[in-house]
C-alpha cells in the first residue's frame, strides 16, 4: 500500500483527513468549551459530543489540532464514564470512540493507563438497555439505527475484546425487508441519504469483520446498486437530491464512505475495474466537499448548503443543528478514509463520464440525466415535506451547482426557511398559471441512442382538473430543451431563478427572451420565445431564495457556463 512518507496516510486519502481537519475548524475552541460545559451539567443525550471527541482524537493521533489534547481527554472521560449508564444514541457513538481509543492506542498518542480505564468503562456495557434501537423478534424491522448499533457492537468487540454476536446478528438480519428491488434502502419515507449511509455502514461491517451468518447476502445487498448509485451522483460530485438531512456537507463524504467501502468490497472480488470507477466517484465526491468548506472562514463554515447564519437554521430540520451535524461531516469522511483500497487506482467516475439516462424504482421515484457536461434530476412522485415534483436539480460540470437549481422547493417544508412556499415548486409546466409541481409524472420514453446530439426524456402528468401535461427534456452539451404541450388549457413554464443564498446576491437581468443569473463565477441563461410574467413570486428551498418567473409559451433552453467562458 502505497502511502505518503511523511505522514504514513496512503496515497489518496488523504483528502479525507483534510476533510476532517476543515469540520473541526469550524468549532473554536470556545464552542468546544461550551459544548463540554452544558454536557458537563446536563448530562450525555445525543451523538454529536462523543462524535467531536473522537474525531479530535483520531486527528491528534496523527498529529493534527494537538492543542486540542486537554478537551478531547475532558469529552473522552465525560463519554466512556456516560455511555454505559445511559440511551443517548450510543448506537451511533460506540463505534467512533472505540475507532479513536484504537487510533490513539496505536499511535502511543495517551497513555497505556488511560486507554485501559477507557475499555473497562465500555466493556461494562449491555447491548440490549444502552442501545437505542434494539431487535427482539424475528419481526422486527426497525430504522437503519439498527445498522449503527451493529457496527457498534463489532467495534466495541475489536476495542474491548467482548461483543454480543447474537445481537448484531439480530440487527443485521432484521434490514433485508428495507431493500427494495434495485438494492436501495428504504428507511421511513425513503431519504437518498440515509439509504446511502446505511449501505455504507453494511459495506464497513463486512471490511471492519463481520462473518457471521449473513455475511455472505450482505455483501450481496450492498453492492446490488452500487452502479446505480454512481450513476445518480451529479457532474459536480453531489449525492441525489430528496428527503430528509439532505443539502448537508455531511452528504459527500457519506458517499465517499459507499464507494471506498463498495470499491473495496469489489477489489477483493477481482472486479479492479468496477472498484475504480467507485473510487473515482468516490474522489469527485471528496473534491466537491474540500472546495465548499475551503471557500469559507472557520468562523463562517456551516453545515447546510447555504450561507446564513449558523444560529438562523435556515435549511436544516430541528434535529440538524451545527453541534451535531458540523463534526459529522468529519466522521463520514473518517469511515471512507479508513475503508479506501489505496491499491486500486481511481478510473473517471460514470457522473465525469456521462452519456446515459436513469431510473429508480418508484419508492425513491428519480430519473436522471447525465450527458454533456450536464446533470438533470427528477423527482417523479415527490414527497411534499421536503421536494416537488418535477425537474429538481440541473446543474453544469465546472460550475456552482445551485447557479441553477440544485434541490426544489416543498410547500411544507419540515426544514426551516427564509419564507414560507405558496406551493410546491420545481422547473415544471404550468396550466392556467397553476403549477404542475404537485403532480405525479410517468416516464413514457427515453432516448439515448445518439448521446452526442444529447438524451430525451418524455414524461405525461395528470393535473387535478383532469387535463394531461405531456413533456419533453434533452439534456446535451449545449444544455436544456424542454418543451410542454396539452389539449386542454395554455401552457406556460415556472422558472426558478437564485437571488440569495444567505450571504451573497446573484446578479439577476431579465428581458425579452432571457432571463440571465450570475452565482459565485458562473452564469445560468434561460432563453424563450415565449413572454415573461411582468412579477415573479418568492420561493425558499435549503441553498437559498428563488425568484420564480411564469413564462408564458411552451418551449424553454437552459444553458450554464462559467463567467467569460467561450459562448457558441
Not at 421515484?365 to 421536503?386: I, L, Q, R, S, W
Request: with cysteine; charged share 25%.
Amino acid at each position: 500500500m502505497d502511502s505518503d512518507v511523511q505522514t504514513g496516510i496512503p496515497a489518496g486519502t488523504d483528502r479525507y483527513i483534510k476533510i476532517m481537519e476543515l469540520s473541526l475548524s469550524a468549532y473554536g475552541e470556545r464552542d468546544i468549551d461550551g459544548y463540554i460545559a452544558r454536557v458537563g451539567s446536563g448530562g450525555l443525550t445525543e451523538h454529536g459530543f462523543p462524535r467531536l471527541g473522537a474525531n479530535i482524537g483520531i486527528l491528534n493521533s496523527m498529529g493534527i489540532r494537538t492543542d486540542l489534547r486537554d478537551r478531547f481527554l475532558r469529552i473522552m472521560d465525560i463519554c466512556t464514564l456516560s455511555m454505559p449508564r445511559v440511551s443517548a444514541a450510543n448506537d451511533f457513538s460506540v463505534r467512533e470512540i472505540c475507532a479513536c481509543i484504537l487510533a490513539c492506542e496505536a499511535a502511543g498518542t495517551v497513555s497505556r493507563s488511560l486507554i485501559a480505564a477507557w475499555k473497562e468503562r465500555l466493556r461494562d456495557f449491555d447491548p440490549v438497555t444502552r442501545y437505542d434501537v434494539v431487535v427482539r423478534t424475528p419481526e422486527d424491522c426497525p430504522n437503519n439505527w439498527a445498522v449503527f448499533g451493529a457496527l457498534s457492537e463489532l467495534w466495541r468487540g475489536k476495542c474491548c475484546g467482548v461483543r454480543d454476536d447474537a445481537f448484531i446478528d439480530r440487527q443485521i438480519a432484521s434490514q433485508f425487508r428495507r431493500f427494495d428491488a434495485h438494492g436501495m434502502y428504504r428507511d421511513p419515507h425513503e431519504p437518498v441519504q440515509y439509504d446511502m449511509m446505511t449501505r455504507a455502514l453494511l459495506a464497513c461491517l463486512l471490511l471492519d469483520g463481520y462473518d457471521g451468518r449473513y455475511a455472505s447476502v450482505l455483501r450481496e445487498k450492498v453492492l446490488e446498486a452500487a452502479e446505480l448509485t454512481a450513476k445518480l451522483q451529479s457532474v459536480t460530485g453531489e449525492m441525489p437530491f430528496g428527503g430528509r438531512s439532505n443539502q448537508m456537507y455531511l452528504n459527500e463524504p457519506v458517499s465517499c464512505a459507499y464507494f471506498e467501502a463498495a470499491a473495496s468490497l469489489l477489489s477483493a472480488e477481482g472486479r479492479k475495474y468496477d472498484a475504480g470507477r467507485m473510487r473515482g466517484a468516490a474522489e469527485l465526491a471528496s473534491e466537491y466537499t474540500l472546495k465548499r468548506l475551503s471557500d469559507a472562514a472557520p468562523s463562517e463554515l456551516t453545515h447546510v448548503k447555504n450561507r446564513y447564519p449558523r444560529e438562523s437554521g435556515i435549511g436544516c430540520e430541528k434535529y440538524a443543528y451545527f453541534d451535531k451535524y458540523m463534526i459529522t461531516a468529519a466522521s463520514n469522511a473518517y469511515l471512507a478514509f479508513s475503508h479506501a483500497d489505496s491499491g486500486t487506482e481511481p478510473l473517471p467516475a460514470y457522473a465525469t463520464d456521462g452519456g446515459f439516462a436513469v431510473e429508480t424504482g418508484p419508492h425513491f421515484h428519480k430519473a436522471a440525466v447525465n450527458c454533456g457536461g450536464y446533470f438533470a434530476e427528477f423527482d417523479t412522485d415527490a414527497d411534499p415535506h421536503y421536494d416537488a415534483t418535477g425537474l429538481g436539480r440541473l446543474q453544469k460540470s465546472g460550475c456552482t451547482p445551485c447557479v441553477c437549481l440544485s434541490v426544489p422547493f416543498p410547500p411544507e417544508p419540515r426544514y426551516r426557511t427564509e419564507l414560507p412556499n405558496p406551493g410546491p415548486m420545481a422547473i415544471c409546466p404550468a396550466i392556467d398559471g397553476k403549477p404542475a409541481a404537485a403532480c405525479p409524472m410517468r416516464l413514457i420514453s427515453k432516448e439515448e441512442a445518439d448521446v452526442g446530439r444529447g438524451i430525451t426524456l418524455r414524461f405525461e402528468r395528470d393535473m387535478p382538473d383532469g387535463a394531461t401535461v405531456y413533456e419533453e427534456y434533452r439534456i446535451g452539451s449545449d444544455g436544456l430543451l424542454m418543451k410542454a404541450a396539452s389539449r386542454s388549457g395554455r401552457i406556460s413554464i415556472m422558472i426558478p431563478v437564485l437571488e440569495f443564498d444567505g450571504g451573497s446576491c446573484a446578479a439577476v437581468t431579465a428581458g425579452d427572451g432571457f432571463i440571465r443569473t450570475e452565482f459565485e463565477g458562473s452564469v445560468c441563461e434561460y432563453s424563450f420565445d415565449g413572454e415573461l410574467s411582468p412579477e415573479y413570486t418568492y420561493y425558499c428551498n435549503r441553498n437559498g431564495r428563488y425568484r420564480v418567473y411564469e413564462m408564458r409559451g411552451d418551449a424553454l433552453k437552459v444553458r450554464i457556463e462559467r463567467t467569460g467562458a467561450e459562448r457558441s
